[in-house]
Every structure is written in C-alpha cells, then in structure tokens.
C-alpha cells in the first residue's frame, strides 16, 4: 500500500465466471526473442525511474511505421513474488490486451515475452499525470468535472466487463489539458461535439496502470493483501473485499481533491507501516474503524455552493458500499448536466 508515485510518463498521454463479456478478439502475450524485439522496437532513455524492483518504463518507437510509443520492461526473476503471482499478472494482462479500445483508457498494444522478460508496448498518452497536473496549477471546476466524466466512462467500461482497477488514484490518471484557443484544444472540442463530452473543457483522460486490475464478481473471495494506496483504498478494502464499488471511492477522492484541493481523510488516519498491509492485521482494522467515524467536509468550496456536486461526491465516498452509485448511475448525475459557466471556481 505503498503511497509511492509510479507514473507511465510526463508526455504520455475481462472476465466474469468462465466467459468474458463484451471483449475485443482475444489477444495472447507473444514469446520472442530478444533478436525480435530489436527488430520490432528501438528502446529509449527511461520514462521515469521506477519505484517497484525488476520494472522500468521507457520512451520507445516502433520501427516499422517509426510510431512513438512505450513500453513497460517486467524481468522475471525479479518483478514477481512467487509463479503465481506471474500467472495471475499474464493472465489479467492478456484480458487487458483484449479490451476493446476506449478513448479514455491507455491502449495495449501487445505484450511481448522472452526467456528473461515481459515487455508491455503502450500507446504514448499526452499530458501529466493528475496528481502533477494539481501540482502544476489549480484545475477549473469545469476541467475537473470533465476529468472525473472520462474517468467514470473508462471505469464503466471496466466494471461491465467484469474487472476492478483496485489502485484508482491522480497518480494513474492521465490528462492533458491544452490552452484555450489552440488548433488542439478546438480539435478536442470538435471531437467532443460530435462523441459526447464537455465541449467548454479542453481536458482530455487516459486511465492507466493495470498491473492491480483484476476479474470480480460477487462470490469473489475475499483478498488476502490490501492493496492501493492509503487515501484513496475504500473503507471495505481494508478488510479484503474489493468489487466496483471500491473504485467508485476512489475516483470520489479523486473529486474532492480536484475541487478542494484537499484530500477527504485526514492522512494520520494512515499509520500502517510496512508488512502490515495484509487482510486481517491490527492496522488494517484500526484503518477501517477510523475510516467508519471519521466526518469528511462537504462544505468546503466549490462543494459549498454547488449541491450537486457535494451531492455526487459524498454518495461516491459513502462508508457503506452499498449506498455508492454504479459508474454507469454516476454519469447519469445532474452535476453533469450543470451549465459550464454556472460552476464556481471558487476555494
């Protein structure tokens, strides 16, 4: 539960039971050689120093049409606690590949595998991430109601196919926000026009980093790790039960802290150290119990003087799982149907 930032980059931009629901043609991890891989790609410098032991990430391009591109480098030997864990990882990844292609998710475009490694080629997203993108400036209200849109949307697409991201965070939210007035930000709101979307924001979404997402249904058991990172992990995940819902708090934190600059728990809720993030440990409990008493602030600005979105974002954050809206119940909000220039900036 590691609150360390791996990002996919600066300028980077499904399975229920035994059958997969509304999937693409299912694609496989191909085995290579390495001779192969060189003939398929040109590895650059690194994206961004990884955190996690046996990964990197780098620029790439892709030679036989020069596509720039990046790819995530997993060593075996290193990147995996046990076989199992890299059997659940190829076959989660397998079921990503096969995803049908959806604007505001990053694309899969293969997976590679040779005797010493696992090369995952990703298309080049625009942008920053979310939580430098918060860093950089305050987002408007209406860029950020158009951020959390575009993440229900990916979300939706998710969940309906019978998978959960489990690590929903800023960190793994691509955006791009391009300035008003330029050919791209009239492009986007072209396009907006005509697929849907909030024609007065330029703000565009990828969501990113599946190495967490996971099959779920209901009789899924209960997990034996916590996974994701402290402040965004809902209430229930503490005690190993993750489902839809358990992202749907997540991108409600994601909200609050878009519009008030703040996150929703106060972070000495957070005292777990590390080795205690399994299902049934002291801390893991005394998290949860906090998370049950502790009285989140709808009343901060902009939440103060728009309803509808404290409205939106206290159901998302709701202690009980069952109170939280579907993504596809939380497109349907009234906080999206708002008139852009009705919604207050004001913090």
């Known amino acids: 539960m590691s609150s360390i930032r791996e990002r996919l980059g600066r300028d980077l931009s499904v399975r229920t039971t035994n059958e997969r629901k509304n999937v693409g043609h299912e694609q496989q991890i191909q085995a290579v050689s390495e001779a192969e891989v060189a003939r398929r790609y040109k590895l650059g410098s690194m994206v961004m120093e990884s955190t996690n032991k046996g990964m990197e990430v780098v620029w790439a391009t892709r030679l036989a ?143 990113i980093d599946f190495d967490t997402v996971e099959d779920w249904e209901p009789s899924s058991p209960k997990a034996k790790d916590v996974l994701g990172t402290d402040g965004y992990i809902a209430p ?10 358990s992202d749907i708090y997540s991108i409600g934190v994601v909200m609050y802290k878009l519009l008030t600059g703040e996150f929703p728990s106060n972070e000495d809720l957070f005292d777990d150290q590390p080795g205690e993030n399994w299902v049934g440990s002291p801390a893991m409990q005394r998290i949860h119990d906090r998370l049950k008493t502790e009285k989140i602030d709808f009343t901060k600005p902009p939440l103060d003087g728009c309803t509808p979105a404290a409205e939106l974002c206290a159901k998302m954050l709701s202690f009980n799982w069952q109170d939280r809206p579907s993504a596809d119940d939380a497109l349907k909000h009234g906080w999206f149907l708002l008139d852009s220039a009705k919604l207050s900036n004001k913090r």
């Not at 293969?110 to 939580?131: A, C, N, R, S, W």
């Not at 229930?236 to 819902?245: F, I, M, V, W």
Request: charged letters at 30%.
């Open 65 to 207: 049409d020069k596509l720039q591109c990046v790819i995530k480098v997993r060593k075996k030997s290193e990147s995996f606690k046990s076989s199992s864990d890299e059997r659940s990882w190829r076959s989660t990844t397998e079921v990503q590949l096969s995803m049908p292609p959806t604007e505001s998710m990053c694309e899969f475009m293969e997976v590679l595998e040779t005797p010493e490694k696992y090369l995952v080629v990703m298309e080049k997203v625009d942008g920053k991430d979310l939580y430098e993108q918060m860093e950089d400036k305050n987002i408007s209200h209406v860029d950020a109601r158009e951020i959390v849109r575009q993440t229900l949307v990916a979300l939706s697409v998710m969940h309906s196919t019978g998978r959960i991201h489990k690590d929903l965070k800023a960190e793994n939210v691509m955006v791009d926000i391009p300035a008003a007035g330029t050919a791209k930000a009239k492009e986007i709101a072209r396009q907006k026009s005509m697929k849907g979307g909030d024609c007065a924001s330029p703000a565009t979404v990828k969501l």
């Open 236 to 245: 229930e995940a503490y005690l190993g039960n993750y489902s839809p819902a």
